[in-house]
Nanobody
Framework: QVQLVESGGGLVQAGGSLTLSCAAS????????MGWFRQAPGKERKIVAA????????YYEDSVKGRFTISKDNAKNTVYLQMNSLKPEDTAVYYC?????????????????WGQGTQVTVSS
């Protein structure tokens, strides 16, 4: 079992930056691959970025490549999502998720534990 708590969301102007944090407690953090998902109103939850258990593999959704960076600090039991050059279309609730299985996981059903979400709003 693991508990995930996100923080760092907020309101930012287009072109600005935010860093989301996800603190994990419970089972050994490096047993999990970690992902960040987002869900805009009326849309399905989709993956934004993921980092493997070891940290050696990373995935980014095409629209955030070059702008977002996921990082995993096993010593602090925390995963981060650095978001730069934010656009209004990045507005969504962002969720942190943990996956026990092997591989990165690209859909929400492949993740086992979820945080409560944090709102990111990008104004134009």
């Amino acid at each position: 079992q693991v508990q995930l708590v996100e923080s760092g969301g907020g309101l930012v102007q287009a072109g600005g930056s935010l860093t989301l944090s996800c603190a994990a407690s419970g089972r050994t953090f490096n047993s999990y691959a970690m992902g960040w998902f987002r869900q805009a109103p009326g849309k399905e939850r989709k993956i934004v970025a993921a980092k493997s258990r070891s940290g050696m593999s990373t995935y980014y959704e095409d629209s955030v490549k070059g702008r977002f960076t996921i990082s995993k600090d096993n010593a602090k039991n925390t995963v981060y999502l650095q978001m730069n050059s934010l656009k209004p279309e990045d507005t969504a609730v962002y969720y942190c998720a943990a996956r026990l299985g092997y591989g990165l996981g690209s859909v929400s059903s492949e993740y086992d534990y979820w945080g409560q979400g944090t709102q990111v709003t990008v104004s134009s």
